[in-house]
């Protein structure tokens, strides 16, 4: 009832004022039913009480695996600018940052990047060094080439500079020559087109038998099976001498290259004994000597007789001289007669003299090994120019090294045990030498060849 007088009041004003009071409590009524129908909850109200939850039991459905790869987006490879720059006498790496466009921050950032930097230490002339920077002139890259064959490589990635050495091996293919001796074993190589390291290894390979300062001869000859190297098809050099012979004043003396179980090479005969003597015949390479083994020989200063218990071989002054064999240096000084010398004793019963040295190289009590440098050749003392004085005494008695050496003892030979692989990997190598052609077959051929062309 409260609210029915209220609203008469609120109609009486207003609009609502025209309308008779029957009309006014009817429309009040309608309103209230209309609200009480409102308030009712609908249908999808009451069925969404209703709802009851029902427990499902677990289980598993077997799907194949499908394999997902996970690739991450590669960053773009900056273009990159190469300097090469080849090592110079005097150089060092600061300088050669600096031509390649780097400052000293960058070269030290680089050094301190990775141990292996160390390598740069060292660098030699004609070495080459190749820099790649990015457009920022950062260092990416940097490769050193040794040769051809050999380099080694930074590279800059995401946990800084990375190592790598790089080797690339070349084709083997077998070579020969031959040729006559008319005036020294070095122009005859040079004749049959051996380089200087093959000249020198020939010389080796026979170094305890022939002395090539003294004992050539006009008509001797020599025949060699060798490698060469090719690379891409291009000959870069020549590689080890396989196989060799050379006949000396008539006696003809063979070697062969053998590699042991173990991996170390050296030269034998063809029966397995060693080329290898306990001495070499000659202290220096070999060159023109200016007097022979002669024991009443006027001695070229004091222009008296006296007895020249040894061998002089004239060379260059600075000419690197070798101790003839293992030892201990018993005496390295100075003297008026003998200049700068070394005297080494070569186990209780042989001694070799070296005098006139330009410079020594080694100190008394110092041990030295077979062709380690001793000293260099020079003219100190009575001497009328550069030259070794070389003496060979053996118990106290001075002996031509030129004859004796050949009756001392060899160096190890292959062992019995090793003998069957021996010939087994060097018969073929006497094969190929014996193959070759001596610079006499050669002559008799082209002999043939021009009598048949008469």
């Not at 490879?77 to 090469?84: S, Y």
């Not at 022979?292 to 000419?319: E, Q």
Request: glycine share 8%.
């Amino acid at each position: 009832m409260k609210v029915i007088e209220k609203s008469k009041k609120v109609l009486s004003k207003g609009p609502f004022a025209y309308f008779p009071n029957g009309h006014i409590l009817a429309v009040s009524g309608l309103s209230l039913c209309l609200l009480g129908f409102l308030a009712l909850p609908s249908e999808e109200a009451e069925a969404t009480r209703n709802i009851q939850t029902i427990d499902i039991p677990n289980f598993t459905i077997d799907r194949p695996e499908i394999a997902v790869e996970h690739t991450t987006p590669s960053a773009p490879v900056a273009d990159l600018h190469v300097n090469k720059v080849t090592v110079k006498s005097g150089d060092n790496l600061s300088r050669i940052f600096k031509r390649a466009g780097l400052n000293d921050r960058s070269m030290m950032e680089f050094l301190s990047a990775h141990p292996e930097s160390k390598r740069l230490a060292s660098l030699y002339p004609g070495h080459q060094l190749e820099f790649s920077l990015d457009s920022d002139n950062k260092l990416q890259r940097l490769n050193y080439v040794i040769d051809r064959l050999n380099s080694f490589t930074f590279s800059k990635g995401e946990q800084g500079f990375e190592f790598q050495t790089n080797t690339r091996t070349p084709d083997i293919r077998m070579a020969h020559g031959s040729a006559f001796i008319t005036q020294s074993l070095y122009t005859a190589g040079i004749d049959s087109h051996l380089d200087d390291k093959l000249i020198m290894e020939l010389a080796d390979i026979f170094g305890w038998d022939v002395d090539f300062a003294l004992d050539i001869r006009k008509g001797d000859y020599f025949k060699v099976v060798y490698e060469e190297k090719f690379l891409d098809g291009e000959k870069i050099g020549n590689g080890n001498i396989i196989a060799a012979e050379f006949v000396n004043q008539g006696t003809k003396f063979q070697a062969v290259r053998y590699t042991d179980a173990k991996g170390k090479s050296g030269y034998f005969t063809p029966e397995g004994d060693s080329m290898r003597k306990e001495f070499l015949r000659a202290p220096v390479d070999f060159r023109r000597i200016s007097s022979n083994f002669n024991p009443r020989r006027l001695h070229p200063v004091l222009k008296t007789r006296r007895p020249h218990r040894g061998i002089d071989y004239a060379a260059n002054t600075g000419t690197p001289v070798w101790s003839s064999g293992n030892g201990r240096v018993i005496a390295s000084g100075y003297s008026k007669a003998n200049g700068n010398y070394v005297v080494i004793q070569h186990g209780n019963s042989i001694q070799t003299k070296y005098l006139h040295l330009h410079k020594r190289h080694v100190k008394k009590g110092q041990r030295v090994k077979q062709k380690q440098k001793i000293g260099t050749v020079g003219s100190t003392g009575l001497a009328t120019g550069p030259h070794l004085h070389y003496e060979f005494l053996m118990n106290g008695v001075h002996r031509n090294p030129r004859t004796i050496v050949g009756r001392l003892p060899k160096a190890k030979s292959i062992s019995p045990n090793e003998l069957t692989r021996f010939l087994l990997q060097t018969r073929n190598l006497t094969a190929q030498l014996n193959d070759v052609y001596s610079p006499t077959q050669y002559a008799t051929a082209d002999s043939e060849k021009s009598t048949k062309s008469l």
